[in-house]
């Protein structure tokens, strides 16, 4: 009798413990127990306790990693949709840098092209001027070397008649007055400018050049107005009008202006 009511009690827990484990099975799983069996194959070397075991230490690592956040998908999404974002104006960004050097690339070839262009005919029109100025002689300017000519530096070279061939700071004042004198009207026959302002720059020319400054002057003043500040009675001849301070009684200054017709 005691034998078979321990059957009978372990037949009962073997039933609970069934019991049991369909609906864990159904809950965790998602699958009926009888669909997993039949789906499983059992290996020869299978033992329960074995598994039992593995299962119980796998089930403890489960629970050891805490609370499931049930916002985590949709914090993934909204983390994808972000990266997303963040990925498209990355692109933009990279591909307006792409088209700003590629524009500045043409800008700066335009520029190399219309530097030379512009340093080749003030060159030439400088060599001009300061044949007609000096009477003789020749001029020039060069690029330094560099390897990008925006940033290369120019050369004054200048040769009086009579006179090696020197840079222009070596030149005596009158020289290096007209040197520049031929230089700044190259550049306003390359591209004339409303007017023009010039503060004593024939006082160290001796009588001849002032004849040539003025002569160049006249001949240019039909496409800029020239205002000239001086001193010399030669200068003040060739004007149109002349402006001026004068003291006709002690400490009272009086602003006289004369035109020519």
């Known amino acids: 009798m005691n034998t078979r009511a321990e059957i009978e009690v372990r037949q009962a827990e073997a039933a609970t413990e069934l019991k049991n484990a369909g609906e864990n099975c159904q809950q965790e799983l998602n699958i009926e127990l009888a669909e997993l069996v039949a789906a499983t194959e059992i290996a020869e070397d299978f033992v329960l306790e074995t598994r039992a075991r593995d299962a119980d230490s796998l089930r403890e690592r489960l629970d050891g990693f805490g609370a499931l956040n049930m916002l985590a998908l949709e914090e993934l999404a909204e983390a994808e949709e972000r990266q997303v974002f963040l990925s498209t104006q990355r692109d933009d960004i990279v591909q307006s840098i792409a088209a700003t050097e590629e524009a500045l690339k043409e800008i700066k070839q335009r520029s190399r092209e219309r530097f030379r262009q512009a340093f080749e005919a003030i060159n ?6 300061f044949r007609e100025l000096f009477g003789g ?40 007055a007209m ?8 550049i306003f026959k390359y591209r004339p400018s409303p007017f023009c302002l010039l ?16 002569s160049k002057i006249a001949d240019m003043a039909e496409k800029t107005q020239f205002i000239v500040i001086t001193h010399n009675k030669r200068t003040m001849e060739a004007a149109r009008a002349l402006y001026g301070v004068t003291m006709q009684e002690p400490g009272v200054s009086k602003i006289v202006s004369v035109k020519f017709e």
């Open 137 to 176: 002689g020749q001029g020039q300017m060069t690029l330094l070397e560099a390897d990008d000519i925006l940033e290369a530096g120019i050369e004054v070279v200048a040769q009086p008649p009579g006179k090696r061939l020197q840079n222009i700071l070596l030149l005596s004042g009158g020289e290096k």
């Open 199 to 214: 503060d004593e720059v024939d006082a160290p020319l001796d009588e001849a050049n002032v004849g040539r400054f003025v």
């Open 179 to 186: 040197t520049a004198i031929a230089l700044v009207m190259a």
């Open 124 to 129: 030439e029109n400088f060599q001009e001027f």
